[in-house]
Structures are given as structure tokens and as C-alpha cells.
């Protein structure tokens, strides 16, 4: 018989401003940074170091705009109960649902990244196991920490973001001495098309920092979320744009491989062979930090939400008397980062391809939503939003922004695939017949007055 949900039992609010700041830098997209970096260098050249920050631009614009919605409304769902107020329940299941479904996608590729970087430090283990063991292995550390307490996987996570921006701030500095600025010509050696083509990387690369809104319903202080929002926005835009600066002006752009992390590379050349050493372990604590705070702790509080909404099984909504976490919900987390990391060491396309292009595109239908709704707060619940202690400056600046960058990445990602759109679409649909039958058999279940059983 399934686990009821607990309606005497919440989320322990024991989170301060200090661990969200570290959940929005820390959930950036590691492997994104440091090594598909390459990959956005091939393609635009010089001109990355501006498709990048434009990108960055973009999730920043994105923080504000939804900023009042954070702290307005601070609970674990974050899109999905914002949207499911003002426009109802199929679309604030859906802006929830492709979230969270986004982050279990990155708890694969991420995870499997962890594992390869991983090797590094192991060169004499040989074979396609290792990779994969070392990532079911930190996965499984990982998710053992969010079930033991939220508070402990916050204070992990500041202290490992912490070590990462002190490790990429010493970089930049540093670097700035060794900087040849002939690297930086010709900009745009791929003139438009290239930079325009590199901004959807740019946006995988900060994929995942609204996440921390996941954090309202354990916030301490609802205030701290649109403040850690922006800041560590602005954290993550300056440390990578200035890092980026820093690696293009030491290796030119056409020197640079996609077969390791370029910022490993950039590392050794400053400070030898213990700075590549110290630079991959960064960018090893940059996908650690996604898998720690960003996959298994945000998906599973979206699914926690959900239940407690009654979209999705109750058992995602049971919290652990003692350690105030979602339990059920972070195992089946780490179940499907697992198979996925499993899937992905068999037919690395697939993840890194397909599912991946699905992630952006799962995360942008759940953006275009909560931007939706954060207009909405706006136009309906004036009076509410008067109340709020932050509103959001110039307002409707930062949303027409948000929608502006929404649609350059879609336009960057999706023009030349149509297929990879269809797809999405397919799965999509399915995904609202099955939430159509729930919600049936869920009313009539209601209306016979015989309870629901899930």
C-alpha cells in the first residue's frame, strides 16, 4: 500500500542567504562551463567570450523578471505553483514538470561528465566501467546527503562553491599577465551565423540558476530569494566571463579542443602542472555541485510540490519525520540519474544530444511559462504585489528581456532541427493525456467518495 502524504509534516525551513546564493551559482551547468567550452569556441571563435555573456544576460534578465514570483510565493514548486495560479493546473504541471524533468536529463550528463573528469586524477584505471562507476558512486554520496538533511547539503554546497569561485577568481587575476591579445583577432572568424549559433551553448553553460527558487519553501527569510537571484546571477556572469577573457587570451581559438576542459589546459600553461590538477577538481566541483544541489534537490522538491498538488503519485510528497526531506522522491531521482548515466556510457549521443536538446527545450516551455505567470502577478494581483518587500525595477523591461532571450535560444537551438521540435512535442502531448487521465480518475475517484489511491 502506497505512503499517504503527510499534511502534518513540511520542508524544514533552515536554509539562509548564504546557501541559496551557493544553490544559484553552484547549479550552473558544470559540464556546460568547463567542457563544452570548447565546443562554443569552435563555433564563434573570440566572439564566444560576447555570445556567452549575452547568454548570461538572458538568465540574469530571467532572475529579476521573476523575482517578485519568488518571494511573493516561496514553496518548493516555484513555476509550478506560480503558473498553476494564473493560468491552471495542466500549465503549472507542465512549467514544474519539464523543470524538474530537465534536471533529471542533466543528473546523467552531468553525472557522467563527473565520472570522465573523475579519470583525470585515476589515469592508470583503464576501461568504459570506471567512468560510469565513479558517477553511480559520487551520484549515490550526493543523494545520500539530501536525505540525511537539506542543511547539510546546502553547507556542503557553499563550501564547494565557495573553493570554486576563490580557484576561477585566482585564475582570472592571475592570468591577466600572461594575456596575448592577438588571441582575440579575428573576433568573429565565423562572422554572424557562428556567434549566433554559439549563444545556445552559451545558455547550457548557465542552464539551471533559477533553480534556487525550488528553495521558497525552506528559505528562512522569503526576502533572501530575489536577492540571492540576482546575485548570483551576477556571481556566475562575472567569474565565467572574466575566466573565458582569460583562456582565449592564452590559447587561440583555434588551438583549443573539445577533448578535454580548455580551462585545464589554460590552468597548466599559468601555473604548471598543479594548476591543471587544481583547475580540474574546479571544474569536478562544478558538476558536483549541479548533481548535488541542482538535480536531486530541485527535482525533487518540484515532484514534492506536485504531489502535494495531487499531479503526480503521493508518495513523492512523503517527508521524513527526522530529516524533513522528500525521501521518496530524491530515490527516484537518483534512479533515473542512474539509468541515464548508464544509457548514456552505451549511446553518448543519445544523452548528450538528443536528450540534452530535449533538457533546453523542456527548460525554456518551463521559463516562457513562469514569465507568463510573472506578468500575470502583475496584471492580476496588483494589490499583492504592492505588498511584496522587493518588487522588480522597471518594470516590464526585465520580462520583455527574459521573452527577448527565450526566443534567441530557441531560434539558435531548434531553426536547423525540426525534428528534435516534433519529438518534443510528442512527448509533450503524451505527457497531457496521461495528466487529463489522472485528474479524471482522480475526480471521479473524489466524486464516488471512496478517497484516492496512488
Known amino acids: 500500500m502506497s505512503q499517504p502524504i503527510q499534511l502534518e509534516l513540511e520542508p524544514q525551513r533552515k536554509l539562509g542567504y548564504w546557501s541559496i546564493w551557493a544553490l544559484g551559482v553552484g547549479a550552473v551547468i558544470g559540464d556546460g562551463i568547463f567542457v563544452l567550452m570548447g565546443q562554443g569556441i569552435a563555433t564563434a571563435g573570440p566572439g564566444a567570450i560576447l555570445a556567452y555573456l549575452v547568454a548570461g544576460l538572458s538568465q540574469l534578465f530571467l532572475m529579476v523578471a521573476l523575482g517578485e514570483l519568488a518571494v511573493g510565493m516561496p514553496n518548493a514548486g516555484a513555476m509550478s505553483q506560480w503558473v498553476e495560479r494564473f493560468m491552471g493546473r495542466w500549465w503549472g504541471f507542465l512549467a514544474g514538470f519539464t523543470f524538474a524533468a530537465g534536471w533529471v536529463i542533466a543528473g546523467g550528463s552531468v553525472g557522467l561528465a563527473l565520472g570522465k573528469l573523475t579519470?583525470?586524477?585515476?589515469?592508470?584505471?583503464?576501461?568504459?566501467?570506471?567512468?560510469?562507476?565513479?558517477?553511480?558512486?559520487?551520484?549515490?554520496?550526493?543523494?545520500?546527503?539530501?536525505?540525511?538533511?537539506?542543511?547539510?547539503?546546502?553547507?556542503?554546497?557553499?563550501?564547494?562553491?565557495?573553493?570554486?569561485?576563490?580557484?576561477?577568481?585566482?585564475?582570472?587575476?592571475?592570468?591577466?599577465?600572461?594575456?596575448?591579445?592577438?588571441?582575440?583577432?579575428?573576433?568573429?572568424?565565423?562572422?554572424?551565423?557562428?556567434?549566433?549559433?554559439?549563444?545556445?551553448?552559451?545558455?547550457?553553460?548557465?542552464?539551471?540558476?533559477?533553480?534556487?527558487?525550488?528553495?521558497?519553501?525552506?528559505?528562512?527569510?522569503?526576502?533572501?530569494?530575489?536577492?540571492?537571484?540576482?546575485?548570483?546571477?551576477?556571481?556566475?556572469?562575472?567569474?565565467?566571463?572574466?575566466?573565458?577573457?582569460?583562456?582565449?587570451?592564452?590559447?587561440?581559438?583555434?588551438?583549443?579542443?573539445?577533448?578535454?576542459?580548455?580551462?585545464?589546459?589554460?590552468?597548466g600553461m599559468v601555473f604548471?602542472?598543479?594548476?591543471?590538477?587544481?583547475?580540474?577538481?574546479?571544474?569536478?566541483?562544478?558538476?558536483?555541485?549541479?548533481?548535488?544541489?541542482?538535480?536531486?534537490?530541485?527535482?525533487?522538491?518540484?515532484?514534492?510540490?506536485?504531489?502535494?498538488?495531487?499531479?503526480?503519485?503521493?508518495?513523492?510528497?512523503?517527508?521524513?519525520?527526522?530529516?524533513?526531506?522528500?525521501?521518496?522522491?530524491?530515490?527516484?531521482?537518483?534512479?533515473?540519474?542512474?539509468?541515464?548515466?548508464?544509457?548514456?556510457?552505451?549511446?553518448?549521443?543519445?544523452?548528450?544530444?538528443?536528450?540534452?536538446?530535449?533538457l533546453v527545450l523542456a527548460w525554456l516551455v518551463s521559463w516562457t511559462l513562469a514569465l507568463i505567470a510573472a506578468v500575470l502577478y502583475r496584471k492580476n494581483a496588483m494589490q499583492e504585489v504592492r505588498q511584496l518587500p522587493w518588487r522588480q525595477p522597471l518594470y516590464p523591461f526585465f520580462p520583455i528581456l527574459g521573452f527577448i532571450g527565450i526566443g534567441i535560444v530557441f531560434y539558435g537551438t531548434f531553426v536547423g532541427s525540426p525534428m528534435t521540435l516534433v519529438r518534443g512535442a510528442i512527448w509533450m502531448a503524451v505527457l497531457y493525456v496521461l495528466f487529463r487521465m489522472f485528474n479524471k480518475s482522480k475526480n471521479l475517484s473524489n466524486t464516488s467518495g471512496k478517497g484516492i489511491t496512488m
Open 119 to 267: 579519470m583525470w586524477f585515476f589515469p592508470q584505471l583503464k576501461g568504459d566501467v570506471w567512468p560510469v562507476f565513479f558517477a553511480i558512486l559520487f551520484i549515490t554520496i550526493f543523494a545520500v546527503l539530501n536525505i540525511l538533511g537539506t542543511e547539510i547539503a546546502a553547507k556542503t554546497q557553499l563550501l564547494l562553491v565557495i573553493v570554486m569561485t576563490l580557484v576561477m577568481a585566482i585564475f582570472s587575476i592571475i592570468g591577466l599577465k600572461d594575456i596575448n591579445f592577438n588571441n582575440f583577432t579575428p573576433f568573429l572568424p565565423h562572422g554572424a551565423d557562428g556567434f549566433w549559433a554559439a549563444v545556445p551553448l552559451g545558455t547550457y553553460a548557465y542552464l539551471g540558476a533559477v533553480t534556487l527558487a525550488t528553495a521558497g519553501g525552506e528559505v528562512r527569510n522569503p526576502r533572501d530569494l530575489p536577492k540571492a537571484l540576482i546575485w548570483s546571477s551576477i556571481t556566475f556572469l562575472v567569474l565565467y566571463s572574466a575566466a573565458q577573457i582569460v583562456l582565449q587570451g592564452l590559447i587561440p581559438w583555434d588551438k583549443i579542443t573539445m577533448d578535454g576542459s580548455p580551462f585545464t589546459d589554460a590552468a
Open 272 to 358: 604548471g602542472i598543479a594548476g591543471a590538477y587544481i583547475m580540474n577538481m574546479t571544474a569536478w566541483i562544478a558538476a558536483a555541485t549541479c548533481i548535488l544541489m541542482g538535480t536531486l534537490y530541485a527535482a525533487s522538491r518540484i515532484f514534492y510540490a506536485q504531489a502535494k498538488s495531487g499531479f503526480l503519485p503521493s508518495f513523492f510528497g512523503y517527508i521524513h519525520p527526522k530529516t524533513g526531506t522528500p525521501v521518496y522522491g530524491i530515490a527516484v531521482v537518483w534512479a533515473l540519474s542512474v539509468g541515464l548515466v548508464i544509457l548514456g556510457s552505451v549511446n553518448p549521443d543519445f544523452l548528450y544530444v538528443e536528450l540534452s536538446t530535449q
